[in-house]
């Protein structure tokens, strides 16, 4: 039975990361603002016309970053800031969340940023029902070098953070 459970499982994650890949698209353009540690806005160029869309609010995919108001939220917000603003970077798009943010990885020169952010102890890999989420590995790393928000053991994850003390104002 619980091979059975597990086999279907299997099915249905690789029936959604099927349709969920064939979703995707690709955009170009240059982050003009970064709200926090996972949200960033994005100014895309324009379909071939070399020209720049209108901004787009991105929500980093795979991570949970601090709140603004939350201990180390600065201090991911900084780094993030620090890392892409006024960059050209690439934006691999899956969907929109619940609040319209566009979700997608961020790439700048082929470097996964969400995987950075976690490594450097910045962010929580985005956790999932049972799963520890995409950047589990990175997270373990950091957790054992005590790196950024994993030196300090009473560190509060976001959604629990969330939960708690509602949104930052």
């Known amino acids: 039975m619980r ?26 353009g240059i982050v003009v603002r970064v709200v926090d540690g996972d949200t960033l806005w994005l100014r895309a160029d324009a379909a071939g016309s070399g020209k720049f869309a209108k901004p787009i609010k991105l929500r980093l995919q795979g991570i949970d970053a601090p709140e603004r108001c939350q201990a180390g939220g600065a201090q991911a917000t900084a780094a993030l800031s620090e890392r892409v603003l006024h960059q050209r970077v690439q934006v691999h798009t899956r969907a929109k969340d619940d609040y319209q943010r566009t979700l997608g990885n961020l790439l700048l020169n082929g470097e996964d940023i969400s995987e950075w952010m ?30 950024g928000l994993f ?15 509602g949104p930052c104002d």
């Open 118 to 147: 976690v490594l450097q102890g910045h962010a929580w890999s985005y956790h999932y029902r049972h799963s520890h989420g995409p950047y589990a590995d990175q997270e373990q790393a950091a957790r054992g070098a005590r790196r």
């Open 151 to 165: 030196a300090d053991a009473a560190a509060v994850e976001p959604r629990w953070f969330r939960r708690d003390h």
């Open 3 to 28: 091979l059975a459970c597990a086999l279907r499982g299997a099915v249905m994650v690789s029936v959604l990361l099927a349709a969920w890949t064939a979703q995707a698209d690709t955009l170009e």
